[in-house]
């Protein structure tokens, strides 16, 4: 078995023109964690993960790589602060929060076992992508995989 | 001076001295040009020493300074676990709060936090620790991180220079000569106080007018709670309990009878044992690998080829060769020597690593014993090289590790610390120091 057999094809989807006010909504609404970004032509460009606004709300500091900062119990914070600085990114577009890097695009010839130890590493949405253009073709998440082991028994 | 040379047979019968000095400047220049990684590179040209046949691998094993292995290993143990509580990031944030959060008060107090405890240990760990709380300050103050940080590194290298412990030159030159502790806290101690006294002035003079903020972003820093900072009190204990004996032990060494590496070496293995008594199999081969990864293995094994390389150039002849040159510069006047080596060694390691700058160094300061009248007399050369060396690295952004860290963090944080832009602020820093150096040095030895 494959990732041919288990991708959804047919996801939520946003282009490079949307915002992150606008994606945020849809995660929202779709109760989603993950929205893969496309560009006119179908091509994958990255995945827009609610991990983002995480990103957004927390000090650059505490998310900087090999700043080793494990703990915040020091900072107070309030939600109307909170909501202050995730209105105020609201306009910006989605290309500037795109980390493609953080979930490395699968192809429809992965092996099953290899998806799963991707999820593993990644505990997320993997985009599944033509291996050659890069054209979008679905996603991979632990909920098509349970779908299909529940489906067996 | 040459039997352990002799021992080995150099290939195609070439002249030991010609060999060791080719291995030694490729090495020099391939770490200067960091093409490869340092501790590749000195472990090449160790291992060419010993296949050039300069040297034996007894007499290359009988050239390491364990003695500095020891106390660099140690002190990294016990860092690494007691950075795991929080106890620096509790000193940093109590600081700023002490100067209600005042910027210009923020910069100062987190400069001489930096100093202090660079004193005492690594000056890359000291930056580590201290970096992303200023960051977290920084932003809630919203002020640019970029004074703080420069600010952070110049002290940290100052601070570095005042002990035997708080910078690895000093730690090659105390074991190398047999100084203590103590020995440096009497002779060093004193001008680094100068130094930073002095440093401060025009790290006032240059970012006071940027360093503004609102009653409301102060209002922010002064809401964060310190204690909380503290992660595991019972480490936190355990970690000040054993620190405050190693420094004890340092203090009281020559008492003790003690040496550095010993002490360093046995208060990892106590604070190990305290952080690991009674957990459980699998929690403490947990808590022991992680101790001994946080250790930098990379600039130990550096250390390891580079004690072996200097020590190549020893038995060839090179050093004493070099030594007499640098002994015909200064017409033997000890005292042009020493403010030669202090000069010297400051430019140089702006742009070299000072590692292998005072590794090569000591065994030249120590064959001119004999021209200056014994090894005391060599004492004001030592103190020159130590303030030259660790100060040098001020004087641009490559000139120390510490600065190159804090240049990756500021970077990633989207704060990018340039080459040229340091070196405006930083390298007149850096030659004051030494100016005060120099003048120290002056009244007090010469």
Request: with cysteine.
């Amino acid at each position: 078995m494959t990732v041919k057999d288990l991708l959804n094809p047919h996801p939520v989807t946003i282009t490079l023109e949307e915002t992150f006010g606008g994606a945020l909504k849809i995660l929202l609404e779709r109760h989603i964690r993950a929205l893969p970004v496309l560009d006119s032509a179908g091509i994958y460009r990255g995945m827009f993960y609610l991990y983002d606004l995480w990103e957004l709300l927390l000090p650059k500091a505490a998310t900087l790589e090999g700043a080793n900062v494990t703990d915040l119990s020091f900072m107070p914070g309030s939600l109307e602060e909170l909501r202050e600085k995730t209105l105020a990114a609201g306009p910006r577009s989605v290309i500037e929060f795109l980390k493609d890097k953080e979930a490395p695009a699968i192809h429809p010839e992965t092996s099953v076992k290899e998806a799963i130890l991707m999820l593993y590493h990644h505990d997320g949405v993997l985009p599944v992508v033509e291996k050659k253009t890069r054209r979008f073709l679905g996603i991979l998440t632990p909920w098509e995989i349970l779908n299909r082991l529940h489906d067996k028994e | 001076m040459h039997s352990e040379s002799t021992a080995a047979q150099v290939i195609f019968g070439w002249s030991a001295a010609w060999v060791a000095s080719a291995i030694f400047v490729a090495v020099y220049v391939m770490v200067v040009t960091e093409k490869l990684n340092r501790a590749i590179v000195a472990l090449l040209g160790a291992g060419l020493m010993i296949l050039g046949g300069v040297l034996t691998q007894e007499a290359a094993i009988r050239g390491i300074d364990f003695n500095t292995i020891g106390l660099l290993l140690g002190m990294m143990v016990i860092v690494g676990i007691t950075g795991k509580c929080g106890v620096f990031q509790f000193v940093a944030i109590w600081s700023a709060k002490k100067v209600n959060a005042h910027p210009m008060g923020v910069l100062v107090m987190l400069s001489i936090v930096t100093a202090v405890i660079s004193a005492f240990l690594d000056n890359v760990t000291t930056v580590l620790l201290i970096v992303p709380v200023t960051l977290l300050i920084t932003e809630e103050l919203k002020v640019k991180p970029y004074p703080f940080l420069i600010s952070e590194v110049v002290f940290s290298n100052i601070g570095g220079t005042a002990t035997l412990i708080g910078d690895p030159p000093n730690i090659m030159i105390g074991s190398a000569v047999g100084l203590t502790f103590n020995d440096f806290v009497i002779n060093l101690t004193p001008a680094i106080l100068v130094v930073m006294a002095a440093t401060l002035v025009p790290v006032y003079l240059l970012w006071r007018k940027e360093l503004v903020t609102t009653d409301a972003a102060r209002e922010k820093v002064m809401r964060f709670n310190d204690r909380e900072a503290i992660t595991d009190a019972r480490l936190l204990k355990q970690a000040v309990g054993v620190l405050a004996c190693v420094i004890s032990a340092f203090v009281f060494a020559r008492f003790l009878h003690l040496e550095p590496a010993t002490i360093a070496m046995f208060g990892a293995a106590a604070l190990l044992l305290l952080d690991n008594f009674q957990r459980d199999a699998e929690h403490q081969s947990k808590n022991v690998h992680h101790a001994f990864a946080e250790v930098e293995w990379v600039t130990l094994i550096f250390f390891l080829g580079l004690f072996i390389l200097v020590h190549g150039l020893e038995t060839s002849g090179v050093i004493a060769r070099m030594a007499h040159a640098l002994l015909a510069a200064t017409g033997g006047d000890r005292n042009v020597t020493v403010i030669a080596i202090l000069w010297g060694s400051a430019f140089l390691s702006a742009f070299i690593d000072n590692i292998p700058f005072v590794a090569t160094m000591i065994p030249l300061i120590k064959s001119m014993a004999p021209t200056f009248g014994g090894a005391h007399a060599l004492l004001p050369l030592w103190w020159a090289l130590s303030l030259g060396a660790c100060l040098g690295g001020n004087g641009t952004l490559i000139g120390a590790s510490a600065n190159l860290v804090v240049a990756g963090m500021a970077e990633r944080a989207g704060q990018p610390i340039r080459f040229m832009a340091y070196l405006k602020s930083c390298f007149l820093l850096m030659v004051l120091s030494v100016a005060v150096c120099h003048v120290y040095l002056w009244l007090r030895y010469l």
